[in-house]
């Protein structure tokens, strides 16, 4: 560690620190200050007139000493914000973390606004999830951004490889967006490669720096106990980048460091690299979060996170977020996100819409389905719902569990369910009958000219047409339906069955849910058929002779028609939702192409 150079920048940045400073803020002894203060002045690059007292400050840069240190300029910073923050969920639902508030500032332009106060105005921010919402920042601070298409599926190694050649030739800060930094740690000159550490009681599974006497870095060690760990960003020279960038160069190019930090290189090169050293930091100069019990115990003041996934919940109940108690994520839906969470001793459940879901989805719908249901006990006990956004609150169901759809004694009171469902006369303006959703899906596939994987796509949709003929021909009956029947939108708590989410209701033909439901659990036509048996046989105490086929045989072609439109349907939205930039359904959507052909065999 250049402490000559670290104390003569100081003096520049604040004449009046003291010996005492420098020891604390460098992790010396006082003699060594001493000593340091000696040596920088017999070199001219000080000058104080009371030398000898280790207390006072009152030193002076010389006009050698501030040339000397202005030739070390610092020439950019990189910010990496590529990451989803799947740790600090529920927030980053729909806000990218760095986007999170601390203290009631966004930790990245909290972070730019540090480097601009240190004279580093040349600041670029590789984005990658929610890309756009960086946007404004362009124009706030004057910043660059560069997209990273790789964010989802690769680590930090990835995102240091596509700004590598914006720092070639260039003294480099490399920050991360996802940290609070209490006070500015940065400088307009920088003389020597470093990393932040931080002083830390328990590193847990931290990475913890193995150091000489001079705080060289040679190897990196996980966990222990009252040392220093890897954190926050770093301070990289040209010679140091210029060693450095093949090597990412190299391990970017392998098979298997797609989960690589860009940090894995650096650690297993440091006798190949040139030195770097380590920058040690106390506590309560960093900070960073895994989770939002972190954030919790760090910032109880705050009225607002800046996420909307958790405001919604604390505006309905008119507290502050830090108020908000025991969340819990539950695993992300097709379509939306949720998680539990408890509030004056009461458990409940919020569900966030996933991203472009208003592309696809009336929530106006959904809330008049919600309020129509209210009276009738099949669904959930709604606290809160925003026919805007789709933001909802319900009670939770404790020791509740999805249907088993193996399990023909749940699958009858399912069926009943159902049936009592669609003979409840309720009304809304809105056909959700699979027919029209699949010739939407098919429009939005031609007009935005989305990339179809499948070769005989066009056949299939000629092969759909002669279908939707003969379903027209018969296909009369209208009832509220729920549009995506399957076992995890009915609940099983206590005796009770409920039926949740209906995003995707509307009016249309009652036996399209059974059909539906049959694709989703990968039913063949016989087995689908023989819930529609039970869906006949329940009996609800309502006439339901005006939802029943005339004869099996009638129904039997509906149920295998709509099955296979259900099945071509799931194809379709998942072709649009993938070029929405969603998540990989995996085989969900080949699966419903191939359905759409064997029911179409059975039909022909």
Known sequence: MNLEFLVTRTILENANVSQRDLAKKFFVSLGKINSVINEIYDKGLISKSNLNNKNEGAYQIT???????????????????????????????DTPKSFIKIKGERMIERQIEQLLEAGINDITIMVGYMKEKFDYLIDKYDVKLIYNRE??????????????????????????????????????????????????????????????????????????????????????????????????????????????????????????L???????????????????????RFDKESISYGSEAISFVSKAFHIKDSEINDIKCIKEGMTN???????????YLARVPGENTDAYIDRNVEGEILEKLKPYNITEDIIYFDKRTGYKISKYFNDARVLNENNVDEMKKCMALYKKFHLLNIKVDADCSIIKKLDEYISIIKEKNIYVPYEDFEEVIDSAKKIKNYLDSVDTVKTLTHGDP??????????????????????????????????????????????????????????????IPKSDEVA?????????LGGLYNAVWTIVRCAMGDVDFGEFGMVGYRAFKSCYSKIM
């Open 151 to 272: 964010y989802k599926n690769k680590n930090t190694l990835s995102t240091f490889y596509h700004a590598r050649e914006i720092m070639r030739n260039k003294n480099v800060y490399v920050c991360v967006s996802d940290v609070y930094i209490s006070e500015n740690i940065y400088h307009k000159y920088e003389i020597e490669p470093y990393y932040i550490g931080s002083l830390a009681d328990d590193l847990k599974n931290e990475w913890r720096y193995i150091i000489n006497s001079k705080n060289k870095i040679n190897a990196v060690e996980i966990g222990g106990y009252n040392d220093f760990y890897l954190v926050g960003p770093c301070f990289l020279t040209k010679e140091f980048l210029d060693k450095l960038i093949p090597m990412i160069e190299e391990y970017y190019n392998k098979t298997s460091t797609d989960n690589y930090y860009w940090e894995d290189v650096l650690v297993r090169n440091f006798d190949k």
């Open 556 to 564: 039997l072609k509906m149920i295998t028609s709509f099955m296979a």
């Open 486 to 547: 399957n076992p995890n939108n009915i609940l099983i708590v206590g005796n009770e069955l409920k039926m949740i989410d209906f995003e995707y209701g509307g009016m249309a033909n009652p036996l399209s849910d059974i059909a539906l439901f049959g694709d989703y659990v990968r039913f063949d036509v016989d087995k689908t058929f023989e819930l529609y048996k039970m869906y006949k046989e329940a009996d609800v105490g309502v006439d339901d002779s005006a939802i």
């Open 63 to 93: 006009d050698k000493g501030r040339k000397e240190v202005e030739s070390h300029k610092v020439d950019k910073a990189i910010i990496f914000a590529c990451g989803m923050g799947v740790r600090l969920a529920p927030l980053t639902f």
């Open 337 to 347: 996100h949720s998680y539990i969470f408890s509030y004056d001793n009461t458990k």
């Open 274 to 296: 040139p030195d770097i050293y380590l920058h040690k930091l106390d506590k309560g100069v960093i900070f960073e979060f895994d989770n939002l019990e972190d954030i919790h």
